[in-house]
């Protein structure tokens, strides 16, 4: 399949002239529609291939289909499906797989075990079951059998196949994918750490009861097979349910939105595969509820954190509190630190899924085209795109590209979420979203200030204590300031989205 797609490539990919170039727009639309039957060709063939091997594989699929920052968008969008085609294992392979990991059956351990999965991911399937002992219905999720007897030639496979695409195409400098497999497919092979993920994120949610945050409670964990409370609810993009249960997509939207800001901006232990598989939607009557909300955002398959630094965590929010405000000195100084190159535009847009003229003008605030990167539009004005592309990828830590993914993840479900909403709504969640990521940058470097304050001015004394507390108190106004301008304009935006569905009713 590697084969056939670089010589497709190779014989079938025109070149596209810049945009000043000499030719007609209709030569330039004929170029570009023979440039995306190539990637849709492309992205066929590979994708087949990578169903025929399963496994390992499918996660590569999946994880290209959220690299919107990068592939054209006929690669993701034919790897989307990839995301729920996944071939189950047979029940008796299964068995064994409890067998060997638990010492017992399935029928020793259940008393139901539903034969048909409720889920199947490329490395592991879910199974709806009743304990033997308890009587507690719990879901079960297996490792596939033969994955991690072919995990380490199946990573090296991958590695050889991206060197091989180099060596055609030197500006794909991809091999860094290879890298992060081998970092991350060991830790979400082993189920324990799955186990103690999502303790942990509990843990660090148990003090915001205003958030509807809700983590399966874990009952049993071995390296393949883990047990956990069995959660009742839909994936958050089904919007007849939401309906059904008379959920509003907006305030779903806002929750998932603050879960992830707190987990990047102050918890600094980061999800990174916050698909809609893994994001489920549990009806609630708020009266009971310590929330207010009527409903759980219940989040699943905790394989795959980062840790996110302090360091990291101040200097992202600075990164995007210039972003916000078109900053350009703070933009190209903080970008640099994060990414460590110089293509500074690039990086903003690739952050933001906005252009760097919206960027600079001030405009990120207050935009209300939604956030996405569309990289043969882009590619008109600079042919050489994907070089620069991949050069920041190349550069940046690995931990940035999975918070970049984890960006391009959240922004695909809240298009998913505000598709069937008016205009003027989706317009204004885009603006909401800006405004919820202001806070906790805002935040965060409160906080962060407010901890180097204390360590510049820690010595004893009248003095030291005064300067102290005079810059803390101007930093703690500065931000207050700031954050009550954003929370008294994100309110007036929700009223007016109350106002624009009431009219919608009635007329």
Known sequence: ATCLVAWDYYRNFP???????????EERKRIQEARSAVHLRAANVVKQALMKNGGIY?????????????????????????????TASPVAEIDQVIQGDLGQSISDLFSEFDSKPIGVASLAQVHRAVLRETGQEVAVKVQHP????????????????????????????????????????????????????????????SSRADIPLSVPRMVQATERVLVMEYVHGRRCDDLDFLKQHGINPAA?????????????????????????????????????????????????????????????????????????????????????????????????????????????????????????????????????LLQQITEVLASVPPVLRLVL?????????????????????QEHAQLKSWLRTSHYCLLAIRDARAADIGHNYSRRGPISAFLRVSYLLKNWLGYWVYDSAISIYSALLTLEDMFIRWRRIII
């Open 405 to 425: 993914k984890t960006n391009d993840l959240l922004r695909m479900v809240d298009q998913k979420l505000f598709a069937d909403q008016p205009s003027a709504v």
């Open 252 to 384: 779903v939207s806002r929750e998932i939105g603050r879960v992830f800001a707190e987990m990047t901006f102050v918890h600094g232990f980061l999800h990174c595969d916050p698909h809609p598989g893994n994001l489920f939607v549990r009806p609630q009557n708020p009266a009971q509820t310590s929330h207010g909300h009527n409903f759980d955002l219940v989040l699943l398959d905790h394989g795959l954190y980062r840790h996110l630094s302090s360091r990291f965590r101040y200097e992202y929010a600075e990164m995007w509190y210039a972003l916000m405000r078109g900053d350009k000195d703070q933009i190209v100084f903080w970008s640099n630190k994060l990414s460590g190159t110089s293509l500074y535009r690039l990086f903003s847009t690739i952050l933001t899924g906005h252009s760097w003229e919206t960027i600079s003008e001030k405009n990120l605030t207050a935009t209300t085209t939604p956030a996405q990167f569309d990289i043969d539009f882009l590619r008109k004005d600079q042919p050489d």
């Open 15 to 25: 070149d596209l002239p810049e945009a000043d170039g000499h030719i007609s727009a």
């Open 58 to 86: 499918i996660k590569l699929g999946q994880h290209i289909s959220a690299m919107q920052y990068i592939l054209p968008a006929e690669w993701c969008s034919t790897m989307q499906s990839l995301q729920d085609q996944n």
């Open 146 to 205: 033969m994955v991690r007897t072919y995990s380490d030639i199946d990573i090296a496979t991958v590695s050889v196949m991206l060197e091989f695409v180099h060596s055609v195409f030197p500006e794909f400098q991809f091999m860094w994918l290879g890298t992060e497999m081998r970092e991350s497919l060991p830790r979400e092979l082993d189920f324990r750490t799955d186990k103690a993920n999502a303790e942990q994120v509990e843990w660090n949610f």
